[in-house]
């Protein structure tokens, strides 16, 4: 079941996106060890349930048990609101190859379509992690640009590929 998450969900969250962190590195921004520097109160916040909070988190739930999430921020500034962006999608690997990622995603741009006055969401995606591009293509992004020495891995450089969707065209 595709599902915002709530504040009860906040240690799962925390420990499925502490898993992504130190699993796939080039993947996400942050690091494993900033993120586990947080203290539990920053995930319950990011899990508000608020119908105008900043951001939300949607999650894959299964006989209580959090399998994916995903996440929307939106852009509190005037001139920038019609925006949103996605983040933190990931899909532990136990689940993977049974359509929760694309359910997560169309999930994701079902809630930003209901937040009125968002008109398009954007997303960075790991140049080369064709997989994912992939379902990004599927749920309606497109390109738009490639970052260049995006993130620092390990002493190495990895690229980010820009998408967005347009929320008026892909239903």
């Not at 951001?55 to 921020?73: N, P, R, Y």
């Not at 990931?90 to 994701?108: K, N, P, T």
Request: proline letters at 5%.
């Amino acid at each position: 079941m595709i599902e915002r998450l709530t504040p009860p969900f906040a240690e799962q969250y925390r420990a499925l996106m502490l898993q992504a962190y130190a699993d796939h590195p080039d993947a996400f921004t942050s690091s494993a060890a900033e993120r586990a520097a947080l203290p539990l109160a920053w995930w319950v916040q990011r899990l508000g349930t608020d119908p105008d909070a900043r951001e939300l988190v949607i999650g894959a739930v299964e006989d209580g048990q959090l399998l994916g999430v995903a996440g929307l921020s939106f852009e509190p500034r005037e001139k920038a609101a019609h925006k949103a962006t996605l983040f933190g999608m990931f899909v532990a690997h136990a689940h993977r190859g049974r359509g929760l990622g694309r359910q997560l995603v169309e999930a994701a741009l079902a809630c930003a379509r209901a937040r009125a006055g968002t008109r398009l969401v954007q997303l960075t995606v790991t140049d080369g992690n064709h997989g994912a591009e992939a379902l990004y293509r599927h749920c309606g992004f497109v390109p738009f640009g490639l970052e260049p020495l995006a993130v620092a891995v390990n002493g190495e450089f990895v690229s980010k590929l820009h998408m967005w969707c347009d929320l008026h065209t892909k239903s």
